[in-house]
């Protein structure tokens, strides 16, 4: 069967309504939809993210993870689509206790797109589960500095830079 181009953006567009409306026969039956989709269009990285994505949302993490694969390895998602494909594959392969493809694949992610500071944080998380305390403490530190808008983090911020670089520093 082939799919056009419209027929594929309005099978797309219900699919991606059913998932986004929290109701969990909708998003059971948007499972379906974008199934029979990827398995049709199996090249299109737009509809192997959104295949991708409703079986997080569905506690399917293992069954994800090789939409998000073959959504990165396409080049046809849009910016803000590749980062949360970047991460979302990242933190599933996290809730799937897969912490060194996790921290391989949130770095991968920051050298896409370095400024992404939900990243780094949830890298943060990952370098934790490996044992990296300290880069982790790091990470997170450094996140905390450059993002905060709170008043007395900003007083603190040369205080927490440092010691974000040497958090055995004394004196």
């Not at 939809?33 to 506690?59: F, K």
């Not at 992610?109 to 403490?137: C, I, K, Q, S, W």
């Not at 530190?141 to 440092?162: G, K, N």
């Amino acid at each position: 069967m082939t799919t056009s181009a419209g027929d594929r953006d309005a099978r797309l567009a219900e699919a991606v309504a059913l998932r986004a409306s929290g109701d969990e026969a909708k998003r059971r039956h948007a499972r379906e939809l974008l199934i029979a989709l990827s398995a049709e269009l199996p090249d299109d990285a737009e509809v192997a993210y959104q295949t991708a994505w409703v079986h997080d949302v569905l506690g399917l993490e293992a069954e994800a993870v090789p939409f998000y694969e073959r959504a990165l390895a396409g080049s046809g998602l849009p910016e803000p689509d590749r980062r949360g494909a970047r991460l979302g594959h990242a933190s599933t392969l996290r809730s799937l206790g897969r912490y060194p493809e996790a921290v391989e694949a949130f770095r991968a992610g920051l050298a896409e797109f370095p400024d992404d500071n939900a990243l780094r944080t949830f890298l943060a998380m990952a370098l934790y589960n490996v044992g990296e305390h300290h880069e982790a403490m790091r990470t997170l530190l450094e996140t905390l500095a450059a993002t905060s808008a709170d008043p007395w983090i900003q007083r603190y911020r040369p205080a927490i830079e440092h010691y974000a670089r040497d958090l055995d520093a004394v004196g």
